[in-house]
């Protein structure tokens, strides 16, 4: 059993930045592929980044890449999304979900079928 809270979130500027925070809890959170997932209102939730279990290997959807990094601690049992030169379009709840096992990478990492555990969410809103 994962469980897992986010924070972190809160109101900025555009071109400011955020760290948003996954917390898990459990002995085997190492083992897990960590992604985070944002959903505007009205729109459906979207894929934003995963990281491995260990750490060396990172992917990320078209809304983040080159602004957003994904990285993690083991010992601290947490991931965490540096979110950087954010736009208005990057308004929305930000969730961190748990994999144990994403397949055929990268083409799996937007299938939330394949994630065990999620959090509750954190809201991340950018003003113009």
């Known amino acids: 059993q994962v469980q897992l809270v986010e924070s972190g979130g809160g109101l900025v500027q555009a071109g400011g930045s955020l760290r948003l925070s996954c917390a898990a809890s459990g002995r085997t959170f190492s083992s897990y592929f960590i992604s985070w997932f944002r959903q505007a209102p009205g729109k459906e939730r979207e894929f934003v980044a995963t990281?491995?279990?260990?750490?060396?290997?990172?992917w990320y959807g078209d809304s983040g890449k080159g602004r957003f990094t994904i990285s993690r601690d083991n010992v601290k049992n947490t991931v965490y999304l540096q979110m950087n030169s954010l736009k208005p379009e990057d308004t929305a709840v930000y969730s961190c979900?748990?994999?144990?096992?994403?397949?055929?990478?990268?083409?799996?990492?937007?299938?939330?079928?394949?994630?065990?555990?999620w959090g509750q969410g954190t809201q991340v809103t950018v003003s113009s």
């Open positions: 979900a748990a994999a144990a096992w994403l397949g055929s990478i990268p083409a799996t990492l937007a299938d939330l079928r394949r994630y065990n555990y």
């Open positions: 990281i491995s279990g260990s750490g060396n290997n990172a």
